[in-house]
Nanobody, 121 residues
C-alpha cells in the first residue's frame, strides 16, 4: 500500500495544522495507522496511532491534549490535527501502516514520503 501525506507547512507558535495521509488501497480493520516525526540526526519519534477497526487511539505524552488522530474510513485516510504548535514540534511528519499496536517505527510496514512542519514566528 502507498501512503501520501499532505498538509504540512510553516505555522506560527500557537497555530494549528491538519495533516492528511491517504492510502492507495483499502485499510483493513486489523491495521493500525500511525504518525511519526523526525528531525535530522535523530530517530523517528512516535506521535500517535489509531486502530482502524475500533478507532482506539494512543498518543505520545508530549502530544496529549494538543494532537488528535482520526480517520475517514471510506476515503482510507488518516488525519493528524495539531493545535497549539510549538517550535519543538518542527519536524518531518510521516504516516505509516502496520499490523500491530506499537509505538515503535520498526513495527510498521509501509511509510509515506513525509511532510515538513515548521513552527516559527
Amino acid at each position: 500500500v502507498q501512503l501520501v501525506e499532505s498538509g504540512g507547512g510553516l505555522v506560527q507558535p500557537g497555530g494549528s495544522l491538519r495533516l492528511s495521509c491517504a492510502a492507495s488501497e483499502r485499510i483493513y480493520s486489523s491495521n493500525f495507522m500511525a504518525w511519526f516525526r523526525q528531525i535530522p540526526g535523530k530517530e523517528r519519534e512516535f506521535v500517535a496511532r489509531l486502530g482502524w477497526g475500533f478507532g482506539n487511539t494512543k498518543y505520545a505524552d508530549s502530544m496529549k491534549g494538543r494532537f488528535t488522530i482520526s480517520k475517514d474510513g471510506p476515503k482510507n485516510t488518516v488525519y493528524l490535527q495539531m493545535n497549539n504548535l510549538k517550535p519543538e514540534d518542527t519536524a518531518v511528519y510521516s504516516c505509516a501502516i502496520g499490523r500491530y499496536a506499537s509505538n515503535s517505527f520498526r513495527e510498521y510496514d509501509s511509510w509515506g514520503q513525509g511532510t515538513q512542519v515548521t513552527v516559527a514566528s
